[in-house]
C-alpha cells in the first residue's frame, strides 16, 4: 500500500454534483472615468466585456472605473481568470463647487440606471449583439 500525506478525498459515484461551468460572475458598474479611451467606453453606454481582456481593461482609463474593475479582479479565485460585467461610463462634473459638483455626478449615475430594464439583455448579449437567435443591436 502507497503512504498518503496529507488529505485524501474520495467520492461515491452516485453523489450529486453541481453543475460545471455555470457562471454567475456578472456586474454593473456605474462610474466614472475622464480618462477612459471613449471610442471604447461611450458616454452613458453600456459595455459588456471580461475583465480579464486586456483591450477592455488598459483602455478603463485611471478613474473610479478602472478602479472598480481592479477590485473586482482582485477578488478573483484561482479559477476564474475574470468577470463578465457591464460598464456604463458617466460623465463626472467639473463644477467648482464640490456639492454642485457630486449631486451632478449624482444625477448622472441615476440618469444611467434608467437602462437598468434594458439591462438583462445587455449582460446575455454575446458580442455580435444576439440573445440567443435574436438580435438587439
Avoid at 27 to 42: G, M, Q, V
Wanted: proline share 6%; hydrophobic share 45%.
Amino acid at each position: 500500500m502507497a503512504l498518503t500525506f496529507g488529505m485524501q478525498f474520495t467520492y461515491p459515484q452516485d453523489e450529486a454534483v453541481p453543475v460545471i461551468g455555470a457562471n454567475f460572475s456578472k456586474a454593473w458598474i456605474i462610474e466614472t472615468s475622464a480618462d477612459a479611451d471613449a471610442a471604447l467606453f461611450p458616454l452613458n453606454t453600456p459595455v459588456r466585456f471580461s475583465t480579464s481582456d486586456k483591450a477592455f481593461t488598459d483602455n478603463l482609463g485611471t478613474g473610479y472605473l478602472a478602479d472598480a474593475v481592479r477590485a473586482i479582479n482582485s477578488q478573483l479565485g484561482p479559477i476564474n481568470s475574470g468577470a463578465d460585467i457591464v460598464v456604463t461610463r458617466v460623465e463626472e462634473d467639473t463644477n467648482p463647487d464640490p456639492e454642485a459638483a457630486l449631486a451632478a455626478t449624482s444625477a448622472n449615475i441615476v440618469a444611467a440606471l434608467a437602462d437598468a430594464s434594458e439591462l438583462p439583455s445587455q449582460v446575455n448579449m454575446n458580442r455580435s449583439g444576439f440573445v440567443g437567435d435574436r438580435q438587439l443591436k
